[in-house]
Structures are given as C-alpha cells and as structure tokens.
C-alpha cells in the first residue's frame, strides 16, 4: 500500500524473509545401517540436535544489489521528490525505513560527502557529534550523540565500512557496544547501509538509497515521538540534508 506523505510516496512493503534450514535425511539413513544399540542411537539424537538448530536471521541490515523502483516513484524522483518506504518482515522489534532520492552529483563526490565523519554534525539531522575512534580504508568505529527536542540525548557506537567502486558505492554500519552507557543514555540497536548508483534516467545523477533499522529500546510513556524522530521523520531529511551537503561542497 502506498500513500502521500512526507514529500514523498511512502510504500509500505513486506521485508524480506531469511531463515537457516538443516537436511540430516542423509545422515540418519547411514546411522541406521550401522550397528552398535545404545552408542548409535545417542550418536544419532546428538547429531539431530545439533544439525537441526536452525540458522539464526542475521540481524545485520544487508546492502540490496540493486534499486528496484516502480513507475510511481520514478516519476516522483525525476520531479525532484524523496520516495519514503517502510520496510517490515513482522519479527523485528524496531521499525526499517528507506528513503530514495536522485543527487546531481558523481558517485565519488556523494561517497567522499559521506565519510568524511567528522562534519556530520554540520548537518545531519539531530547529530551534535560524531567522534572517530578508529578509522582504516575501508572501516571506522564512531561514537554518535543524538540531541533531540526537549533536551533529550542518545548516544551508540556503530562499526563502520564502506567501498567506492566509481560506478557504486556502498557504505554499511551496525550497532556495537559502548561500554559505560546506561540504557537510558542509549538506543537498543541500529543498523543500515547507503547505496549509491549510477542513474540512466537522468543525465549528470546518481541515486542514493538511505535504509535503517532503529530500535529506540523502552521508551517511557509520553515519549513515543522518540521513536519517530529517530526513523520515520528523519529518514528523508537525510537524503535531503546530505544531497544539499553535496551541493555546497561541489557546486558554489
């Protein structure tokens, strides 16, 4: 289902479902042929216990190969709009959101925008800093503090990795420890990835896919805008606030 809101079409679409599966048929078959009573048969429920547990969903957010559009939000990007679409698969405790948006720009220069870490403060949403604790090639590890109306403040590690291959880029993160925080200083989990294409459609662009995961954690009552500020609300702004960023960088 799809609808109106936030400058944007906001399509509301089953996330995807992954799970681990075990086949022991083949096992159990050759157990049986052999002999040996009692040792057998625990060497055999020790197996299916073992084999049968089934693979744990990874609960890291996984960057898609690909931008899939419909013909509604194509046209909503070429007039200039974000596309805002909520993503669930009914077993997450947090809320998914991604927003779409084009950028007159190149790959590199959105990519070169984005890890620079640093000037996030200057302007993402609700970041009054961002501190480097590590930072390689091609990974960092930053501390963000979030501050949001009424003197409220957030703080997470995230674990950091990105790639520029010219034509796309991609930059992922999940959520890490930070020890010493309470958990009202804190949000329970956050993970998410940029994506960044080379556009067809639009000479000189290129589009940007913002997706993540947040789960604010308890939320006392009468606090429940948290939990908007911290996914719905802000996912469009910052495609909006990075694109603007991208434009007073490269094109005074």
């Known amino acids: 289902?799809?609808?109106?809101?936030?400058?944007?079409?906001?399509?509301?679409?089953?996330?995807?479902?992954?799970?681990?599966?075990?086949?022991?048929?083949?096992?159990?078959?050759?157990?049986?042929?052999?002999?040996?009573?009692?040792?057998?048969?625990?060497?055999?429920?020790?197996?299916?216990?073992?084999?049968?547990?089934?693979?744990?969903?990874?609960?890291?957010?996984?960057?898609?190969?690909?931008?899939?559009?419909?013909?509604?939000?194509?046209?909503?990007?070429?007039?200039?709009?974000?596309?805002?679409?909520?993503?669930?698969?009914?077993?997450?405790?947090?809320?998914?959101?991604?927003?779409?948006?084009?950028?007159?720009?190149?790959?590199?220069?959105?990519?070169?925008?984005?890890?620079?870490?640093?000037?996030?403060?200057?302007?993402?949403?609700?970041?009054?800093?961002?501190?480097?604790?590590?930072?390689?090639?091609?990974?960092?590890?930053?501390?963000?503090?979030l501050s949001l109306p009424l003197g409220k403040i957030r703080k997470y590690r995230l674990n950091m990795t990105f790639q520029n291959y010219k034509s796309r880029a991609i930059l992922e993160w999940k959520s890490i420890e930070w020890p010493g925080l309470k958990k009202s200083e804190t949000i329970e989990n956050t993970a998410g990835y940029w994506l960044l294409e080379e556009y067809s459609e639009k000479a000189e662009h290129i589009i940007a896919l913002y997706h993540v995961y947040t789960d604010p954690g308890p939320i006392p009552p009468g606090l429940g805008w948290i939990v908007d500020i911290l996914t719905k609300n802000s996912v469009p702004d910052v495609v909006i606030k990075t694109r603007n960023r991208v434009y007073e960088t490269y094109r005074k």
């Open 1 to 145: 289902m799809c609808a109106f809101e936030a400058g944007g079409l906001v399509c509301y679409l089953p996330g995807p479902s992954r799970s681990g599966t075990s086949n022991v048929k083949g096992v159990s078959e050759k157990l049986r042929k052999r002999k040996g009573g009692i040792d057998m048969l625990i060497v055999l429920i020790l197996l299916s216990i073992f084999v049968m547990v089934p693979t744990v969903p990874n609960e890291k957010a996984i960057a898609a190969t690909n931008i899939e559009l419909v013909q509604q939000e194509r046209d909503l990007l070429l007039s200039g709009d974000i596309v805002l679409r909520e993503v669930t698969n009914g077993k997450e405790r947090g809320k998914t959101f991604e927003a779409v948006g084009l950028i007159k720009a190149t790959v590199s220069e959105v990519y070169q925008v984005l890890v620079k870490f640093e000037d996030y403060p200057k302007f993402m949403p609700n970041v009054s800093k961002c501190e480097i604790l590590q930072r390689a090639d091609d990974r960092a590890i930053l501390n963000y503090t």
